[in-house]
């Protein structure tokens, strides 16, 4: 802790109004021993400023370009911290902070206007962010033992935030396309995945995980996609993936319990995916194909397993699920104005409808023990 506050205060008192002079500046402090530190500026009006308090701790900023500024603060022994802002960019803003020992942090930014601030708390972190677009932004966090992060940015004005809490999460996010993406991730918890890809334009996904063993992963192509996952348990699973040649998609899981998996696939425009389960050992899957179809799945219990499947236009398809062993399958194909429905209350449930061709409607509802439907239109 007093290592920490002494190389707070020091890097308070280096970044005074001093900094913003005609030409570059630089600051070097280090308290304790062995430390090594290395600025190398090429342009103007750049400002570095590397604070050190400990044993043994490495930082590195190199600037080129102009208006830059890079900030390294490091409390604890046997800290490594890089900073890259070259190729020319201008006016970027880096900023890491690691308290505790055996860090790492890599800050890279190509671009222009681009704001990136890290910190570490703990011990044998890493974090890596890359910035090759203009106007973006990095928000990191990571508090614990072992925990991993990567964002990639290669979009204009994408925004990016990570917080992991506890020990040996992981979270690989990139961004890529044109513009204006939006991706979070939260995980509290021990060994938590979390994979994010966004291609395109306008697209948000959000991932909170809480608990231990989960794994999250989304991936988006096209515009204005919107993806959530909240999974708060052990061992649970949960993929979405998006291709949106338009606007309104939308996927979100919810899970709560342990062994819970989930798969939501879209193509297509004006898509809504939903799936909630509550409980252990449920499974859903929904995959839908085509313009304004909607899916949504409710399992609450344990042992309920959910699949629908939809293709062409105007479907919409619903399934609920409370109690045991439920099983319920939809598939829906066809050009237009198919609907099914299917709820279930109580144990050894099974619900089966396919529709082929237009214009269907179906509708099974079963209260009680031990009750099957089928229905099949085409």
């Known amino acids: 802790m007093r290592?920490?506050?002494?190389?707070?205060?020091?890097?308070?008192?280096?970044?005074?109004?001093?900094?913003?002079?005609?030409f570059s500046d630089a600051y070097i402090l280090q308290i304790g021993g062995s430390n090594a530190?290395?600025?190398?500026?090429?342009?103007?009006?750049?400002?570095?400023?590397?604070?050190?308090a400990?044993?043994?701790?490495?930082?590195?900023?190199?600037?080129?370009?102009?208006?830059?500024?890079?900030?390294?603060?490091?409390?604890?022994?046997?800290?490594?911290a890089f900073q890259s802002q070259t190729r020319g960019g201008d006016d970027n803003f880096a900023s890491a902070s690691?308290?505790?020992?055996?860090?790492?942090?890599?800050?890279?930014?190509?671009?222009?206007?681009?704001f990136a601030k890290l910190t570490q708390v703990g011990r044998n972190n890493l974090s890596r962010s890359t910035q090759t677009g203009d106007d973006g932004m990095v928000l990191s966090y990571q508090d614990g033992r072992w925990n991993r992060s990567y964002v990639t940015q290669e979009s204009d004005e994408s925004f990016a935030k990570v917080v992991q809490i506890g020990d040996r999460n992981e979270n690989n996010l990139t961004q890529k396309g044109k513009?204006?993406?939006?991706?979070?991730?939260?995980?509290?918890?021990?060994?938590?995945?979390?994979?994010?890809?966004?291609?395109?334009?306008?697209?948000?996904?959000?991932?909170?995980?809480?608990?231990?063993?989960?794994?999250?992963e989304q991936r988006q192509y096209g515009e204005?996609?919107?993806?959530?996952?909240?999974?708060?348990?052990?061992?649970?699973?949960?993929?979405?993936f998006q291709s949106s040649s338009a606007s309104g998609n939308d996927l979100d899981i919810v899970q709560i319990g342990d062994k819970n998996e989930a798969d939501q696939t879209q193509f297509g425009r004006g898509s809504d995916g939903l799936a909630i389960q509550i409980g252990g050992g449920n499974k859903a899957v929904q995959l839908q194909s085509g313009p304004e179809h909607e899916a949504k799945i409710l399992q609450v219990g344990i042992g309920n397993d959910a699949n629908q499947e939809q293709r062409g236009n105007v479907f919409e398809a619903t399934i609920l699920?409370?109690?045991?062993?439920?099983?319920?399958?939809?598939?829906?194909?066809?050009?237009?104005?198919?609907?099914?429905?299917?709820?279930?209350?109580?144990?050894?449930?099974?619900?089966?409808?396919?529709?082929?061709?237009?214009?269907?409607?179906?509708?099974?509802?079963?209260?009680?023990?031990?009750?099957s439907a089928t229905q099949t239109q085409k």
Do not use: C
């Open 98 to 114: 690691q308290s505790g020992d055996y860090h790492w942090a890599f800050q890279n930014q190509y671009g222009d206007d681009n």
């Open 54 to 80: 400990g044993d043994f701790n490495l930082a590195e900023t190199v600037q080129t370009g102009s208006y830059n500024t890079g900030l390294i603060l490091q409390a604890g022994d046997k800290n490594n």
């Open 37 to 52: 530190a290395t600025q190398d500026q090429t342009g103007s009006r750049h400002s570095a400023a590397t604070v050190q």
């Open 321 to 371: 699920q409370v109690g045991g062993w439920n099983t319920a399958d939809q598939v829906q194909y066809g050009a237009r104005d198919n609907e099914a429905v299917a709820v279930q209350a109580g144990f050894y449930n099974t619900v089966t409808q396919s529709q082929d061709g237009r214009a269907h409607e179906a509708m099974a509802v079963q209260v009680g023990w031990n009750n």
């Open 3 to 22: 290592k920490t506050l002494l190389a707070a205060a020091a890097l308070i008192a280096l970044t005074s109004p001093a900094m913003a002079g005609e």
């Open 224 to 240: 204005t996609s919107d993806a959530k996952i909240v999974q708060i348990g052990d061992d649970n699973e949960g993929t979405q």
């Open 179 to 216: 513009a204006d993406h939006k991706a979070t991730v939260l995980q509290v918890g021990d060994y938590n995945t979390a994979d994010q890809w966004q291609d395109g334009k306008k697209n948000e996904a959000d991932v909170v995980q809480i608990g231990d063993r989960n794994d999250a």
